[in-house]
């Protein structure tokens, strides 16, 4: 469980991400943890939320501006990231944590 899950969860191959893998799985562990608190959440749920937030911030280097862009028949269409990296682990938590103290 470590940020060498991130790099096979977002298809990193290049040496050069490395370190900015290894951020922003740092990063992750932070936001989750913090969100998290003192509240006992099972270590594989931990790591799941964990691993969608670092994907999160992994893909924002590609998004300026919060704007990325996606294939489509007619097209390339524009679509605005989330502003908060832990949206995506907000639903797998929450189930875990306290009625109105998240």
Known sequence: MSAADLSAYVNSTATAD????????????????AYVGLNVVPAVTLHRATLEVA???????????????????DGPSPVRMARDPMLGAYP?????LPAGLA
């Open 18 to 33: 490395e370190p900015f893998v290894a951020a922003c799985w740092a990063e992750a562990e932070e936001l989750v943890a």
């Open 55 to 73: 994907a999160e911030l992994f893909h924002r280097r590609n998004a300026p501006g919060g704007i990325t862009q996606f294939a489509a028949l």
């Open 92 to 96: 797998i938590l929450d189930r875990f």
